[in-house]
Every structure is written in structure tokens, then in C-alpha cells.
């Protein structure tokens, strides 16, 4: 049925596959590190008390 498949023909197929692959790692990786960050966003503000929350001293 494919006699065209041939072991041969079958390694550079995966090689490619395995390239183009990497190569698109390689774009989306630099896209990631390139990108602008977001603004920093303050930290809530946290509830002060005397006491810890599960009732133990400290």
C-alpha cells in the first residue's frame, strides 16, 4: 500500500517534524521573553490583629 514509505523516507520525515518543532519552541519562547510585562498591582492591604488566626500564641 505505501511503498513509497521507505525506512529512509520515514527518519527525514520525523527529523523534519522534529525541526519544524523546535523551531516553533524557539518563536514562542522568544515571543514569551520579549513581551511587555503588566503593571505590578499593589498588595492587599492585610488585617492586623494581636492574635493569630488558629488561637495559639505567638
Same mark, same amino acid.
Given at each position: 500500500?505505501?511503498?513509497?514509505?521507505?525506512?529512509? #523516507? #520515514?527518519?527525514?520525515?520525523?527529523?523534519?517534524?522534529?525541526?519544524?518543532?523546535?523551531? #516553533?519552541?524557539?518563536?514562542?519562547?522568544?515571543?514569551?521573553?520579549?513581551?511587555?510585562?503588566?503593571?505590578?498591582?499593589?498588595?492587599?492591604?492585610?488585617?492586623?490583629?494581636?492574635?493569630?488566626?488558629?488561637?495559639?500564641?505567638?
Amino acid at each position: 500500500m505505501f511503498r513509497s514509505l521507505t525506512p529512509e #523516507f #520515514f527518519d527525514t520525515l520525523v527529523i523534519v517534524i522534529i525541526i519544524l518543532g523546535l523551531a #516553533f519552541a524557539v518563536v514562542r519562547l522568544y515571543s514569551d521573553f520579549t513581551r511587555p510585562l503588566p503593571e505590578e498591582r499593589p498588595a492587599p492591604p492585610r488585617p492586623e490583629s494581636s492574635t493569630n488566626q488558629d488561637g495559639g500564641t505567638s
